[in-house]
């Protein structure tokens, strides 16, 4: 029996005791007891609601039978009005918390950026601001800051110890940088590399993906000069938006009539920016157990830069030399198991580790029977007393805060039995990306009791890594 919710927005109106519904046909008054009637159905289907559910929850309030064709013909009259709707399918959950610097111009588009705002939060993104000098004259500044509980920054020379460098801090701190409003003059300076005005420094200076929303006259977007500056910024790699139909502000009330140029409405753009943040892992990682955790429980395998469905070459020549039925291994970090499932394949007595346990529940899943234990462990803090023959670590120790990476030597320097062997696969210095690579210069003073007796080149979340092969000496 499929249920009914009440629509997201309906068109009602209470008057003395009197309810009005305005549908495609026209208004519908109810008064008297039908009107307390359509009010308990309003009341009743807030939440997902079927027609048996429905009729219960009737009688329970009168004391007293309702007829079931009295039931059906208010549920048909109010679906007719479109006041009660099949509830929408589960949207995906957020993956993780996704950084977005919105950039508002002096377009008059600007006035719905706070409905933008509200949409991007709603699919989990956290949300900074900078507005070009003259977007404060169609947005409040105040009602920006309540919404996103961040100052809104509107000047490359105002700055305090949060952002002591805006155009540069924002555009760091950014996965995605969205420009919409973009008035035809912000084009014209992301387009040369202008950098006059805040918004398009950070345009320049990031290296996140930009998406740029044009909203202008319909004469204006139009005009050679526009239309150039969009193709440079698409020859660029500029994400750009197609404008909408809507009403130039500039002419009268009565005059005014439906003219391409504007920037689409909120919820459009929202689903643009969902779709672009899938087609990526996070650009920054996350801090901590929780935030680690969330990730694992939302993004699928394919949206993780990190995953693989097998171990690597040089990995997997690595394991089977020190392989024999028994050793024991630990795998930190393993996420999806990919390593754990490998090592317990050859034979090794595997534990695994994770921080986040929804990434163990997906190694389970994917090991199936094969007799791996998983432990949740934090390495920086480990609970783990056994000592190993071969610890792996195939992107965990890129991904710490070099502030932990002493607590992170003192752990393997306990875990890794004397005589054992530490296999660490690491991002190269120079690799664009958000972990912190390590040299073997670093390594050798982090781990003294360890001796590097072998690297190899691979490639590890799409960038250049090492594999460095750890002796602990005996």
């Known amino acids: 029996m499929s249920p009914f919710v009440r629509a997201p927005v309906v068109r009602i109106v209470d008057h003395t005791d009197t309810i009005t519904v305005l549908g495609p046909k026209g208004a519908r008054t109810f008064s008297g007891d039908s009107a307390e009637l359509v009010r308990a159905v309003l009341e009743i289907v807030a939440a997902p609601t079927t027609r048996a559910e429905l009729r219960a929850e009737l009688e329970q309030r009168a004391g007293e039978a309702v007829p079931e064709t009295l039931v059906d013909e208010l549920i048909g009259v109010l679906v007719a009005d479109g006041a009660l709707v099949a509830p929408e399918p589960a949207r995906p959950k957020p993956v993780a918390v996704r950084r977005v610097v919105l950039g508002i111009t002096g377009a008059v588009a600007a006035v719905d950026a706070p409905a933008l705002v509200r949409g991007l939060q709603s699919i989990g993104c956290e949300v900074r601001i900078a507005l070009s000098k003259s977007a404060k004259k169609f947005v409040s500044v105040a009602a920006l800051e309540a919404l996103t509980h961040h100052a809104v920054w509107h000047g490359i020379w105002r700055r305090d110890r949060e952002m002591p460098v805006p155009h540069i801090n924002l555009a760091e701190w950014a996965e995605l940088f969205i420009v919409c409003p973009a008035s035809a003059t912000t084009l014209a300076r992301i387009a040369t590399g202008d950098c006059s005005d805040l918004v398009a420094a950070i345009a320049a200076a990031t290296r996140a993906p930009v998406v740029l929303v044009p909203s202008m006259n319909d004469a204006m977007y139009e005009s050679p000069a526009v239309q150039q500056n969009l193709t440079t910024l698409r020859a660029h790699g500029r994400y750009l938006v197609h404008p909408a139909m809507g009403h130039e502000v500039a002419h009268a009330p009565d005059e005014r009539r439906s003219l391409l140029g504007p920037a689409p409405p909120a919820h459009a753009l929202v689903d643009i920016v969902r779709h672009l943040l899938a087609q990526s892992g996070p650009r920054v990682?996350?801090?901590?157990?929780?935030?680690?955790?969330?990730?694992?429980?939302?993004?699928?395998?394919?949206?993780?830069?990190?995953?693989a469905e097998s171990v690597d070459g040089p990995l997997a020549t690595a394991l089977a030399e020190r392989c024999a039925v028994g050793r024991k291994l630990i795998d930190l970090g393993t996420g999806a198991g990919t390593v754990a499932i490998e090592a317990a394949r050859r034979g090794y007595a595997v534990t695994a580790t994770d921080i986040a346990a929804s990434a163990l529940r997906r190694a389970r899943e994917r090991a199936g029977a094969l007799p791996i234990q998983l432990v949740l462990d934090d390495i920086t803090a480990t609970c783990i007393d056994t000592r190993y023959d071969v610890a792996v670590d195939s992107g965990l120790f890129?991904?710490?805060?070099?502030?932990r990476w002493d607590a992170y030597a003192a752990a393997i320097d306990r875990l890794v039995a004397p005589g054992g062997a530490l296999l660490l696969v690491a991002h190269q210095p120079g690799t664009q990306l958000a972990t912190n690579p390590v040299t073997d210069a670093e390594l050798r003073v982090l781990l003294p009791g360890f001796e590097i007796a072998r690297t190899a080149p691979t490639t590890l979340s799409g960038g250049n890594a090492t594999l460095f092969e750890l002796e602990h000496r005996l």
């Open 285 to 307: 990682l996350p801090v901590g157990a929780n935030a680690w955790e969330r990730l694992w429980a939302t993004a699928t395998l394919e949206q993780l830069p990190w995953h």
């Open 398 to 403: 890129h991904c710490l805060p070099r502030e």
